[in-house]
C-alpha cells in the first residue's frame, strides 16, 4: 500500500461528506468565538476563549468518534438498535423526574461522578431511524400490500378481528409503534423534536414503499393525537403546553391581520427574540460585518446556539447564509449519492433516515431565524454550542459514512471480481486456440504435411529454378537424360 494510500485510510466513505463536516466544524468555532466572548468574558474571570475552547475539545473528540464509528460495520449498530432504543425512551421518560431544567425546559440528564449533561432525545432520534429502517428494510415484499393500520373504529375491527390482529402484529407494531412512543415520550417536554421525529419517520415509509393512502391515515391520526395531548396538558396545566400555545399565537395572529394587544410573558419573549433576528439580519447585509464585528450578540438572545443562523448572517452576510444553506443542502445530496449506492433496503434507509434529522433540523433552525416559524429552540447541528449534541451528530455522520465505506469497498470488490473474471475469460481463450494450433502442427500431421509437399512441385514465378520435391527421382531422370543423349550421339 503506498503512503498516499496510508494517509487516507482514516477516511473513508464519502469524501466529499468529509469535506462538509471539516467546514462545518470550522464555522462552528468561528462562530461560538464571536458570539460568546463578551458572554466568557463575563463569566470565566475575562478568558475571552473559555468557550470556543470547550468546543474545540468537543468538536475534536467528535471528530475522532466520526473516524471510529465509520471503520465499524454498520450492520452491528442495527444489532443493537432495539435495545438502544428503549433505554433512550426510559431516559427520555426519566428527565421528567429527574431531569435538569436547561432553559424553561426538562430534556437534560447528568451523568453522575462525570457531571456531564446530555439529552436523551439524541440517541432516541439515531436509534428509531435504525429501530424503523430495519423493521421496513425486512418487509420490502409485503410491505406495499398490507395496511400499516388495522381499523380503528370497534365496529371496523369487529367485521373483520383476524384480519385487523394480523395488520397489527405484522406491520402496526414494528412500524407504528416505535415512532408513537418516541413521540408521545418526547412531545411533553420538546414538541418541535416530536415533530421532527414524526416528519422523518413519514418520510420513511414513503420511501419505504408504504402506500401514501397509509401514510396521509398516520398523519391524520398523529396530528388528532398531538391536539388531543396538547389539549389535555392545557387543561391541566402540565408541561409547556402554554408555552406552545403562545408561540403558535404570536406567530399566527400578524399572518390573520389581528393584532394582539396585551401580550403574555411568554409572548413578549417570543416577540423580542424574532425582532432582534430582524435587526440581526437586515444589519448584516449582502456581506456582513465581518468576523467578530457583531453588534446583535448582547441582545440576540442564545446567538450561539437557537439563533445562530441570524448571527451567522450579520457578520458574513447574505452570503454566508446561503453557504450554511448550501452546505446542509449538500449533506442531504451526498446522502442521496450514498443511498443510491446501498444494495441492501435497510442501510439505504438508515442513511436517509439520519440525513434528514440532521438537515431538517438545521433547515427548522433557519425558518426560525428568518421568522418564517415559529419559534422552537432547535440548534443548528454541528455548528451551534453543544457538548453531547454535537456528540450524537459525529455519531449519525460516522454511521453514514460507515455505510458509505461498505458500499465502497463492495463496489470495488465487485469491480476487482469482474476484472479477474474477465482475464480469466481471456487466458482460458488463448488457451483453447494454443490447444487448437497444437493439434494442427501435430508430428503426424507434420509428416504428412512433408510427404505431400515432397511430391507437389512448387514453382515460384520470380524464380527460373524448378524446384523438385523427390531427389532420387531427379536423380533418375538426369541418367536417363544421359543415356538418351548418349544413344542419339551414337546412332547420329
Not at 407494531?173 to 413521540?183: E, R
Amino acid at each position: 500500500m503506498s503512503k498516499k494510500h496510508r494517509k487516507l485510510a482514516l477516511f473513508k466513505g464519502d469524501r466529499a461528506l468529509w469535506i462538509i463536516i471539516g467546514v462545518l466544524c470550522v464555522v462552528s468555532l468561528l462562530v461560538v468565538y464571536s458570539s460568546t466572548a463578551s458572554m466568557a468574558y463575563r463569566s470565566a474571570d475575562g478568558d475571552t476563549t473559555y468557550y470556543v475552547l470547550r468546543q474545540l475539545r468537543f468538536i475534536v473528540l467528535g471528530f475522532f468518534t466520526i473516524i471510529v464509528v465509520h471503520w465499524i460495520d454498520y450492520r452491528i449498530y442495527s444489532r443493537y438498535a432495539k435495545m438502544i432504543f428503549r433505554v433512550s425512551l426510559i431516559l427520555v421518560a426519566a428527565t421528567y423526574f429527574i431531569g435538569i431544567s436547561l432553559n424553561e425546559a426538562s430534556r437534560w440528564i447528568r451523568i453522575p461522578i462525570l457531571g456531564i449533561t446530555f439529552q436523551p432525545s439524541d440517541p432516541l432520534k439515531i436509534s428509531l431511524v435504525m429501530v424503523l429502517a430495519s423493521a421496513l428494510g425486512s418487509r420490502q415484499g409485503t410491505i406495499a400490500r398490507i395496511p400499516i393500520l388495522p381499523a380503528l373504529t370497534y365496529g371496523a375491527w369487529k367485521r373483520q378481528p383476524q384480519k385487523n390482529l394480523d395488520i397489527f402484529i405484522r406491520t402496526t407494531k414494528p412500524l407504528v409503534m416505535p415512532i408513537a412512543l418516541s413521540a408521545l415520550v418526547v412531545m411533553p417536554s420538546n414538541l418541535s423534536t416530536a415533530a421532527i421525529l414524526v416528519f422523518v419517520c413519514l418520510v420513511m415509509l414513503w420511501v419505504g414503499r408504504v402506500r401514501p393512502s397509509q401514510i396521509f391515515k398516520l398523519l391524520w391520526v398523529a396530528f388528532a393525537t398531538m391536539l388531543v395531548v396538547v389539549g389535555t396538558m392545557k387543561a391541566f396545566n402540565v408541561g409547556r403546553a402554554d408555552t406552545w400555545i403562545s408561540r403558535v399565537e404570536s406567530f399566527v395572529m400578524p399572518i390573520i391581520g389581528k393584532e394582539q394587544v396585551v401580550l403574555s410573558k411568554e409572548q413578549a419573549k417570543d416577540e423580542f427574540q424574532k425582532h432582534q433576528a430582524r435587526i440581526a439580519i437586515a444589519s448584516g447585509g449582502t456581506f456582513g460585518k465581518g468576523p467578530g464585528n457583531s453588534t446583535q450578540r448582547s441582545q440576540l438572545p442564545h446567538p450561539y446556539s437557537d439563533f445562530a443562523y441570524a448571527f451567522i448572517i450579520e457578520e458574513y452576510g447574505a452570503i454566508g447564509g446561503v453557504v450554511i444553506f448550501l452546505l446542509y443542502l449538500w449533506v442531504f445530496y451526498r446522502a442521496g449519492v450514498i443511498v443510491r449506492k446501498c444494495n441492501r433496503p435497510s442501510s439505504a434507509l438508515m442513511v436517509l433516515g439520519l440525513a434528514l434529522t440532521i438537515t431538517f433540523q438545521a433547515f427548522i433552525n433557519m425558518l426560525v431565524s428568518v421568522g418564517l416559524v415559529p419559534v422552537t429552540g432547535q440548534s443548528l447541528p454541528l455548528v451551534s454550542l453543544g457538548g453531547s449534541s454535537v456528540i450524537f451528530t459525529c455519531i449519525a455522520f460516522g454511521m453514514i459514512l460507515s455505510v458509505s465505506r461498505e458500499s465502497d469497498e463492495q463496489q470495488a470488490l465487485a469491480l476487482d471480481q469482474a476484472q479477474r473474471a474477465m482475464e480469466q475469460s481471456e487466458q482460458s481463450e488463448q488457451s483453447e486456440q494454443n490447444e487448437q494450433s497444437e493439434q494442427n502442427v501435430s508430428p503426424d500431421n507434420q509428416d504428412s504435411a512433408v510427404e505431400t509437399d515432397l511430391h507437389t512441385p512448387i514453382e515460384d514465378d520470380d524464380s527460373p529454378f524448378v524446384v523438385v520435391e523427390n531427389p532420387y527421382q531427379a536423380h533418375k531422370d538426369q541418367n536417363q537424360d544421359k543415356e538418351n543423349i548418349n544413344l542419339y550421339e551414337n546412332n547420329s
